[in-house]
Structure formats: structure tokens, C-alpha cells
């Protein structure tokens, strides 16, 4: 630990890494300084500490210079009253220096008198002149320090109005949401160097050399989505005879299983996951998923957590969630997982995930015959006429100038589209009849009007 070190802590409030400095005259060497800066690390005088969001990088450093990191016993909301308490002082400080000058400019006008003008060559011209310099630069004056007060008292309630939309429920939740992004592309990372792996070790088993050349001079310089397929260079080095295609092999598997054994990608998983942790603590507990368990859910919940590809089928009684690549450490070991329902309900309900409520289901599409129907299109009520057209004659037509659309009652929808006869965006629209689809009864609805009679009731 180093001698001029108190503390070093992290708080989950903010995300933040702090080094505290003990309270001294002396000062840190200046190649351990360059490093504190370095790695991103701001001078905070008056808390006398350096600050930094984490990472892993800055953490492995303040490990090295305070010998461990310890939990923030000051809360975000605390820190922000003590700044807003320091913001208001100077506010203070700045409103009393406008009034001193303030008083100040009563005094010298009471002095030069009531409009009295400078008597030019009078004794009493060169005081007169300079008292009325003074009168202006104390008003000048004046009017800055009130503006500052001003400034320094919008500042401090900001700081706390900030320190309470931190804690904001909504952000909080639009903050989960960030974290299991980052927590995905984490994953994303892992998952590509894996299914590497497996390309090119599937690579070192063809037998024909010309279709292992082949493959290999492909793949070397490909990249995916996720990355590159190779190490830099390899394309190039290979197509030029520099490297063999076993050496491209050996390589390219070299790098990406020293990939998957870098301890940093790990270390930034582990930390997301104890951000996410705290974050849902903080929000509240999450309810337990009680509705019938499908496949669906299941893979939807994998997915969100960064599983490659999940599969999921039911097999005497477990659910069986399997990926290509292994899943996350957090969800299992391996390529898969089999649980019971109630074990998949008690997994989702500690990863914090809430199965979304199903969406409404569309109104049903009607086909049945009448005079003319109301329907919402474009935000506005219109009233159509029917015409009979064949399913053929319905899929001829331009697909801007035809679709679905609801009812005015809501219940259900209607085919409409532009007469087919006519051309251009002035054709008139029609409710569409399909004669060679199954017909339905007509609805109950007083926005049918029926062939020879009045609107249905």
C-alpha cells in the first residue's frame, strides 16, 4: 500500500472508483501519478481523492496502490448534499459580496450628491471624476456577484436534483436494460471465439489437401458480425507463402483459445452481473413467473442473457435449453441445461427477468358480404363500398393500394384496397369480398350496412 494512500473504494451507485489521499503536503511520485492519470483518473480537491468509472484496468491499479478496494460508505445522495451544501456557500459568499457592493454604491452616490454636475477646473474635479469611476465599477461589479449567486444556487439544486433522478425507477430500468446489452456483446465475444474453435479444428480434420487449402485461404481473411475468423494478416501471409495452412490453423485456434482464457472478458461479465444485481435490489423484488412455461420464454429468456443461438424442447418432464457454443456462466455450465418448470421459474426470478405480458391478439379478418362498411383508416373514419373480387385478382393489386384494416366498433377487420379499374392515388377505396374465400356471418355491428336494408344493430 502506498504511504500517501487512505482508501481506495467502489460505489454501485455510480459506478465509480475512488483513491482517497491522506491529507499531506507531500505528493506522489511522478511516475505513480502519470499512471493515476493515466488510466482516466480525475483530481477532486476539495474531497482530495481521484475518481474514475470502473474498469478493470483502474481496479488492478487501485488493488496495487491501497491493497484492496472496500465498499463506499458515503451514498451517492450524501455526496450530492455535501457538494450542494459547498454550492450554496459560494452562492452565500457571492450574495453577500453583491450587497457590500451594493452598500457601497449608496454610500458614494449620497457623496457626489443629487445630480450635481463636475465642475470642470474646480478643485474638487479630480475626486468628483473618481468617485464616479468607483460608483460605476461597484454597480458593474454588483450585478456579477448577484449573477454568480445565482449561478452557484441553480448549480447546487441541480446536483441534487440529479442525485434523485439516479434513483429514478424508470432509469433504473433503462439502466438494466443498458447493462444486459453490455452483457450480451460480453458474451457475443466469448461464443465467436468458441465457434472458431470448432471451424478450424473442423478445418484440421479434412483429409483432401486442396479442399483444406481451399477453405483455409477463405476463412482466413473472412470476418463475421461478431469479428475477424482469423489472426491479422493471415490472408495475406498465406496467399504470399509466408505461412503454410496448417500454420493458419494452428494459429488461428492459438488466438482465439488464449481468447477464451483471458481473465479480463470474465472479470467485465462478473462485474455487470453485480451491477445488475444491485440494480434490481434497488428496484425491488422481482415476481415470480407463475403462468404455463413454454419454449418461447424460455429461449427468450436465454437469449437476453446472452446465450448463442438457445434451443429448448420438453423431455420426461425437463426443460432442455441447449446453444452450439457453452452457455453463460451465470445460467449454466455446458451446452445445455434441463430443469423442471418449477426450477426455470426460480432461475428467471434470480436472473431478475420478468416474463413479458403477451401482446393483444389482432381482430380477427372477416369476410362476409354488404352494402358498404365504416373502417378506421389513416387516423379517420370512412365509410367503404363492397366489391367481389377472387384472391387472384385481390394479390394483382399494388400492395400500397390494398390491406387490413379495423372496423369502427374495433372488433374485428376488413380487406380493403383502391378500385382496381381505376389508376393513380385518386381511386376510390372499397371494402374487398372475397368470392373464393370462406365467408363469414356478418357481424353484429352498427357499422355494417347490409344489402337491401339498414345498419345492423
Same mark, same amino acid.
Request: glycine letters at 4%; one cysteine or more; hydrophobic letters at 35%.
Given at each position: 500500500?502506498?504511504?500517501?494512500?487512505?482508501?481506495?473504494?467502489?460505489?454501485?451507485?455510480?459506478?465509480?472508483?475512488?483513491?482517497?489521499?491522506?491529507?499531506?503536503?507531500?505528493? /506522489?511520485?511522478?511516475?505513480v501519478?502519470?499512471?493515476?492519470?493515466? /488510466?482516466?483518473f480525475?483530481?477532486?480537491?476539495?474531497?482530495?481523492?481521484?475518481?474514475?468509472?470502473?474498469?478493470?484496468?483502474?481496479?488492478?491499479?487501485?488493488?496495487?496502490?491501497?491493497?484492496?478496494?472496500?465498499?463506499?460508505?458515503?451514498?451517492?445522495?450524501?455526496?450530492?448534499?455535501?457538494?450542494?451544501?459547498r454550492?450554496?456557500?459560494?452562492?452565500?459568499?457571492?450574495?453577500?459580496?453583491?450587497?457590500?457592493?451594493?452598500?457601497?454604491t449608496?454610500?458614494?452616490?449620497?457623496?457626489?450628491?443629487?445630480?450635481?454636475?463636475?465642475?470642470?477646473g474646480?478643485h474638487s474635479?479630480?475626486?468628483?471624476?473618481?468617485?464616479?469611476?468607483?460608483?460605476?465599477?461597484?454597480?458593474?461589479?454588483?450585478?456579477?456577484?448577484a449573477?454568480?449567486s445565482?449561478?452557484?444556487?441553480?448549480?447546487?439544486?441541480?446536483?441534487?436534483?440529479?442525485?434523485?433522478?439516479?434513483s429514478d425507477?424508470g432509469?433504473?430500468?433503462?439502466?438494466?436494460?443498458?447493462?444486459?446489452?453490455?452483457?450480451?456483446?460480453?458474451?457475443?465475444?466469448?461464443?465467436?471465439?468458441?465457434?472458431?474453435?470448432?471451424?478450424?479444428?473442423?478445418?484440421?480434420?479434412?483429409?483432401?489437401?486442396?479442399?483444406?487449402?481451399?477453405k483455409?485461404?477463405? /476463412?482466413?481473411?473472412?470476418?463475421?458480425?461478431e469479428?475477424?475468423?482469423?489472426?491479422?494478416g493471415?490472408?495475406?501471409?498465406?496467399?504470399?507463402?509466408?505461412?503454410?495452412?496448417?500454420?493458419?490453423?494452428?494459429?488461428?485456434?492459438?488466438?482465439?483459445?488464449?481468447?477464451?482464457?483471458?481473465?479480463?472478458?470474465?472479470?467485465?461479465?462478473?462485474h455487470?452481473?453485480?451491477?445488475?444485481?444491485?440494480?434490481?435490489?434497488?428496484?425491488?423484488?422481482?415476481?415470480?413467473?407463475?403462468?404455463?412455461?413454454?419454449?418461447?420464454?424460455?429461449?427468450?429468456?436465454?437469449?437476453?442473457?446472452?446465450t448463442?443461438?438457445?434451443?429448448?424442447k420438453?423431455?420426461?418432464?425437463?426443460?432442455?435449453?441447449?446453444?452450439s457454443?457453452?452457455?453463460?456462466?451465470?445460467?449454466?455450465?455446458?451446452?445445455s441445461l434441463?430443469?423442471?418448470?418449477?426450477?426455470?421459474?426460480d432461475?428467471?426470478?434470480?436472473?431478475?427477468?420478468?416474463?413479458?405480458?403477451p401482446?393483444?391478439?389482432?381482430?380477427?379478418?372477416?369476410?362476409?358480404?354488404?352494402?358498404?362498411?365504416?373502417v378506421?383508416?389513416?387516423?379517420s373514419i370512412?365509410?367503404?363500398?363492397?366489391?367481389?373480387l377472387t384472391?387472384?385478382?385481390?394479390?394483382?393489386?399494388?400492395?400500397?393500394?390494398?390491406?387490413?384494416?379495423?372496423?369502427?366498433?374495433g372488433?374485428?377487420?376488413?380487406?380493403?384496397?383502391?378500385?382496381?379499374?381505376?389508376?393513380? /392515388?385518386?381511386?376510390?377505396?372499397?371494402?374487398?369480398?372475397?368470392?373464393?374465400?370462406k365467408?363469414?356471418?356478418?357481424?353484429?355491428?352498427?357499422?355494417?350496412?347490409?344489402?337491401?336494408?339498414?345498419e345492423?344493430?
Open positions: 500500500m502506498h504511504h500517501l494512500v487512505e482508501k481506495a473504494t467502489y460505489s454501485p451507485e455510480d459506478n465509480k472508483l475512488r483513491l482517497y489521499v491522506i491529507d499531506s503536503e507531500e505528493r /506522489f511520485e511522478q511516475e501519478y502519470e499512471r493515476i492519470r493515466q /488510466f482516466g480525475q483530481w477532486a480537491p476539495i474531497q482530495r481523492l481521484f475518481v474514475a468509472h470502473w474498469s478493470v484496468g483502474r481496479e488492478d491499479l487501485l488493488v496495487e496502490l491501497a491493497g484492496q478496494i472496500v465498499g463506499d460508505d458515503i451514498t451517492m445522495v450524501e455526496r450530492a448534499e455535501a457538494k450542494a451544501e454550492l450554496l456557500h459560494l452562492s452565500d459568499k457571492r450574495e453577500n459580496e453583491a450587497s457590500a457592493l451594493q452598500l457601497a449608496s454610500r458614494l452616490s449620497s457623496t457626489l450628491g443629487s445630480g450635481q454636475p463636475i465642475l470642470v474646480h474635479e479630480r475626486r468628483m471624476r473618481k468617485a464616479q469611476d468607483q460608483l460605476e465599477r461597484n454597480q458593474e461589479l454588483a450585478l456579477e456577484k449573477s454568480q445565482e449561478y452557484w444556487n441553480y448549480r447546487a439544486q441541480g446536483v441534487v436534483n440529479h442525485a434523485n433522478f439516479k425507477s432509469l433504473r430500468l433503462r439502466r438494466i436494460e443498458t447493462l444486459l446489452t453490455d452483457l450480451r456483446k460480453e458474451q457475443r465475444y466469448l461464443n465467436h471465439a468458441y465457434a472458431m474453435i470448432q471451424l478450424w479444428n473442423k478445418f484440421a480434420k479434412i483429409e483432401d489437401a486442396d479442399v483444406k487449402a481451399a483455409v485461404t477463405y /476463412f482466413s481473411g473472412a470476418h463475421f458480425k469479428g475477424r475468423a482469423s489472426y491479422d493471415a490472408w495475406r501471409a498465406l496467399n504470399d507463402g509466408n505461412v503454410s495452412v496448417e500454420e493458419v490453423i494452428e494459429k488461428s485456434i492459438a488466438l482465439f483459445e488464449r481468447a477464451l482464457a483471458d481473465n479480463t472478458t470474465k472479470r467485465r461479465i462478473i455487470l452481473l453485480n451491477r445488475l444485481d444491485y440494480e434490481r435490489y434497488m428496484l425491488g423484488p422481482v415476481h415470480r413467473f407463475e403462468g404455463k412455461l413454454t419454449a418461447t420464454i424460455i429461449k427468450t429468456f436465454a437469449r437476453k442473457h446472452g448463442d443461438s438457445p434451443e429448448c420438453k423431455v420426461d418432464g425437463q426443460w432442455t435449453l441447449s446453444s457454443c457453452p452457455l453463460p456462466v451465470h445460467l449454466g455450465d455446458g451446452l434441463s430443469l423442471t418448470d418449477d426450477d426455470w421459474r432461475l428467471m426470478c434470480e436472473s431478475g427477468y420478468s416474463v413479458p405480458a401482446k393483444p391478439k389482432a381482430a380477427p379478418i372477416l369476410n362476409f358480404k354488404a352494402e358498404s362498411i365504416r378506421k383508416q389513416w387516423s370512412h365509410t367503404y363500398r363492397q366489391i367481389e384472391k387472384a385478382e385481390y394479390a394483382n393489386i399494388y400492395s400500397d393500394y390494398r390491406g387490413c384494416v379495423y372496423s369502427e366498433c372488433t374485428f377487420r376488413v380487406k380493403v384496397c383502391r378500385d382496381p379499374k381505376a389508376k393513380g /392515388f385518386s381511386a376510390e377505396w372499397f371494402c374487398v369480398l372475397l368470392t373464393d374465400s365467408q363469414h356471418e356478418v357481424p353484429e355491428s352498427n357499422c355494417v350496412v347490409v344489402t337491401g336494408s339498414q345492423v344493430a
